[in-house]
């Protein structure tokens, strides 16, 4: 988690607790909005893959709300469980493909902007394997970034909402290189001691 998102967390969750308190009486699961949220961001394939950025970036956002509000909702509940971990952080992959999937269509007659969201999909899966990996290996400290899963999510839905998809695609490209670089290094730091 990034130094702003952990900051604004606290705000977030009590920002969002009245929802999150009705959620719980009408006893909605935590894994129910997390499949919700995959469902919300699979929708916004066609919208990409057809040019319509902004409905696509609509979907995108809905799809992370739920992403954000899974976890609280568990916690909340108290039904924080290991298998809720595991089907969160994989649909957090595949939630960070499919709008790139629906944006590869859409620039598939575009060689350059597709190697810009092919690279994207590299990069974006790299930072989340890398920081797995370290942790499979026992690395303890606290493996974090300066452009992780909600910066990266949240600049391309900005741009696509703003029509601008290649500029939300360069920044999410050079960030997610700049981390996956930056937990490489902090890998190397900490394995190497």
């Known amino acids: 988690m990034s130094v702003l998102i952990k900051n604004l967390k606290p705000l977030w969750e009590q920002f969002t607790l009245p929802f999150i308190n009705r959620l ?15 469902v919300l961001t699979f929708l916004a394939v066609p919208f990409l893959a057809k040019g319509n950025f902004v409905w696509g970036g609509i979907f995108v956002a809905a799809g992370g709300l ?4 899974d976890g609280h909702l568990a916690r909340y509940s108290g039904k924080v469980s290991p298998f809720g971990a595991l089907l969160d952080s994989t649909l957090d992959r595949l939630a960070d493909f499919l709008p790139l999937f629906g944006l590869a269509l859409y620039f598939s007659n575009s060689p350059f902007w597709l190697t810009v969201v092919l690279f994207n999909i590299a990069f974006w899966f790299l930072v989340s394997y890398v920081k797995a990996r370290l942790e499979g290996l026992g690395v303890k400290e606290k493996i974090g970034g300066l452009f ?14 703003l029509n601008l998809p ?13 981390t996956f670089l930056q937990r490489l290094y902090l890998g190397y730091k900490l394995l190497e001691k």
């Open 24 to 38: 719980n009486k009408l006893q909605i699961h935590p894994n129910f909005i997390s499949l919700l949220g995959i």
């Open 66 to 69: 739920c992403d954000a509000l």
């Open 148 to 161: 992780e899963r909600t910066e990266r999510v949240a600049t391309l839905v900005v741009f696509l909402i």
């Open 166 to 178: 290649e500029v939300g695609l360069l920044i999410t490209l050079f960030g997610s290189l700049f």
